[in-house]
């Protein structure tokens, strides 16, 4: 069996350690003050409530919402959509596999805000632009009917006496800690939040304790008044495929040579940019390491030094790169930075590599992915020896996402879907793609509704 050890060898030993299944707010000899109990007014009720509205919270929510189903969808951030808005993400993976992404193209057409991701569009994933997909995203969640609440994190959770029942999740925000009934809960953090909220349990890094975890990344949107220097290194440039679309230049080593050239090493190898609208570029050179995603002091610090190392590098491009990069502004960087890795919350089935090279099917199939295996560097001194698009990559076959493993084995009414379903460390690298997690929130919004009888 090929093992995520296996695949990276010595270099995952030598790095720092991330113990899996490690517990929220394990931290040791922290000194502790004791909260008064309190009662929480119950600021809502509804059949389905969705912690997280990134693309498989919107895609649960509207779905659940348009078969009749009373929605609450709470979300931390002051927008909707997740990593696609609050994280500048601007590429949409694993399109055109459900009506549901389709009604999203459709939409984001209308307002002129897609471009092709290959001159040949291959139909597996678009280019788009973040400022639109919020308002995509507020106007279908808004027509399906739901009560959204921005700006509002869930905190904690009641369960029943049984322990196996979530009564009701607890927010914080402006207007202090609230509590929001439901029948059933989905967790689409992405973090696994409410799962580890609820005495879920999950696992996090490689299959082997002490394995690290994959990178997150700061995302910038860049403004280029004139574009005629630098279609080299957009990955999406026309100039930069054959007629038949196969792709002739390697843009991000394009790019990687131009920051060497300015004294810049990239903390991620293979830096990336994306042409979105006339000059408007979407730009990733950041790779942040062993940022565990319940650790905000960690998260806070990879932040401000993510933030610096983009400043730094279109710095280093405009007074030292020539006059491809004259003009250059960096437009907006994304409020936090998003993690590739999620507590991956242990549900009734785990999804394995085997089922991803077998290419399984199964008969509770919610979607299908067909996204090869992504694993980034695990560490800045492997940052160049993992090639982007590896072998392993391309040895898995087209495989189904079960409803078994959206649905958590430790709390009944408790499904998930995106980031944080149940699967080992490298299948998690394949179906958290943008694409898939749209598929989980709809089919588990399905199931549910079944259960409802909507
Ligand atoms: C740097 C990076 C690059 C990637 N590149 C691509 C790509 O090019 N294309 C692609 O398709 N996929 C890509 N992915 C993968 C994919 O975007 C993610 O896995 C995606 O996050 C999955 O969607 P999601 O809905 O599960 O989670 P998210 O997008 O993370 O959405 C979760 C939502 O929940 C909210 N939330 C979190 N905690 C709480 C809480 N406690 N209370 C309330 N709300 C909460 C968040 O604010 C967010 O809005 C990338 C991921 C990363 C990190």
Redesign the pocket.
């Known amino acids: 069996m090929l093992t995520r050890r296996s695949f990276f060898g010595s270099a995952v030993a030598a790095s720092s350690a991330v113990v899996a299944g490690r517990a929220a707010g394990e931290e040791k000899n922290v000194a502790l003050v004791k909260e008064s109990a309190r009662d929480v007014p119950v600021a809502g009720s509804c059949d389905v409530l969705v912690?997280?509205?990134?693309?498989?919270?919107i895609a649960a929510a509207v779905t659940a919402a348009r078969k009749g189903a009373k929605v609450v969808l709470?979300?931390?951030?002051g927008c909707l959509?997740?990593?696609?808005t609050?994280?500048m993400?601007s590429?949409?993976?694993?399109i055109n596999k459900s009506d549901f992404d389709k009604e999203i193209q459709r939409r984001l057409e209308k307002y002129g805000a897609i471009q092709h991701r290959r001159p040949k569009a291959n139909g597996f994933?678009l280019i788009y632009e973040p400022e639109y997909m919020k308002l995509v995203c507020e106007e279908m969640c808004i027509e399906a009917g739901m009560r959204i609440r921005l700006h509002?994190?869930?905190?904690g959770v009641v369960k029943d006496a049984s322990g196996r029942r979530i009564e009701a999740v607890v927010t914080e925000s402006k207007k202090g800690r609230e509590a929001w009934l439901a029948k059933y809960f989905v967790d689409?953090?992405?973090?696994g939040?409410?799962g580890a909220l609820s005495g879920c349990g999950f696992d996090v890094g490689g299959d082997d304790p002490g394995d690290p975890e994959q990178p997150?990344?700061l995302?910038a949107l860049l403004a280029i008044p004139d574009e005629s220097g630098i279609s080299r290194y957009l990955t999406n440039h026309p100039d930069n495929f054959d007629e038949n679309g196969k792709r002739i230049v390697n843009s991000k080593l394009e790019l990687l040579a131009a920051l060497n050239k300015v004294g810049i090493t990239p903390s991620y190898g293979h830096p990336t940019m994306f042409r979105i609208n006339k000059g408007l570029f979407a730009f990733?050179g950041n790779h942040e390491y062993d940022v565990p995603v319940d650790d905000a002091d960690a998260i806070t610090e990879a932040t401000l030094r993510a933030r610096r190392e983009i400043f730094n590098m279109t710095d280093a491009l405009v007074s030292k790169g020539g006059d491809a990069w004259k003009g250059l502004r960096i437009v907006f960087s994304a409020e936090r930075l998003?993690?590739?890795r999620a507590r991956r919350l242990h549900g009734k089935y785990t999804l394995t590599l085997e089922d991803c090279f077998a290419g399984r099917k199964f008969e509770d199939a919610l979607c299908t992915c067909s996204f090869g295996i992504d694993l980034h560097a695990v560490s800045k001194a492997m940052n160049n020896k993992v090639p982007a698009g590896s072998p392993i990559a391309r040895r898995i076959k087209p495989y189904q996402i079960p409803l078994r493993s959206c649905q958590s084995r430790d709390i009944d009414n408790l499904y998930m879907?995106?980031?944080?379903i149940s699967g080992d460390f490298m299948p998690q690298s394949s179906y958290?793609?943008?694409?898939t997690?749209i598929g989980m929130g709809v089919g588990v919004a399905e199931a549910i509704c079944k259960n409802l009888g909507c």
Do not use: K, N, Y
Request: with cysteine; hydrophobic share 40%; aromatic share 6%.
């Open positions: 912690a997280g509205g990134g693309p498989a919270g709470l979300e931390a951030q959509g997740g990593i696609w609050s994280g993400l590429c949409f993976i694993g994933s509002t994190s869930v905190a689409c953090t992405g973090d939040d409410l997150a990344s995302i990733m998003w993690h590739r879907a995106g980031r944080c958290r793609i943008t694409g997690a």
